[in-house]
């Protein structure tokens, strides 16, 4: 497994948005997001500029089905 970078929750989300996954709902800071191509749904938890936890990252690819080396490789080029 490749090692998963810290990463803000807000840039996190912002990645998330342009890798095939959209919004569904929101509920105070927890943003339910679906991965379009396969209806995984997962939720983001956005507190103000904290980081999210690289295992917590991991567990919501794993929910939204997307392959932790294709999102990371997505991050670097954008």
């Given at each position: 497994?490749?090692?998963?970078?810290v990463i803000?929750?807000k840039?996190?989300?912002?990645?998330?948005?342009?890798y095939?996954?959209?919004?569904?709902?929101?509920t105070?800071?927890?943003?339910?997001?679906i991965?379009?191509?396969?209806?995984q749904?997962?939720?983001?938890?956005?507190?103000?500029g904290?980081?999210?936890?690289?295992?917590?990252?991991?567990?919501t690819?794993?929910?939204?089905?997307?392959?932790?080396?294709d999102?990371?490789?997505?991050?670097?080029?954008?």
């Open positions: 497994m490749p090692k998963i970078p803000k929750a840039d996190f989300y912002k990645y998330i948005m342009k095939n996954c959209k919004l569904i709902g929101i105070g800071s927890h943003h339910r997001v991965n379009t191509l396969n209806n749904v997962s939720v983001i938890a956005i507190h103000g904290r980081d999210l936890a690289p295992p917590l990252l991991a567990k690819l794993k929910d939204l089905d997307i392959d932790i080396n999102f990371l490789e997505f991050i670097k080029n954008n």
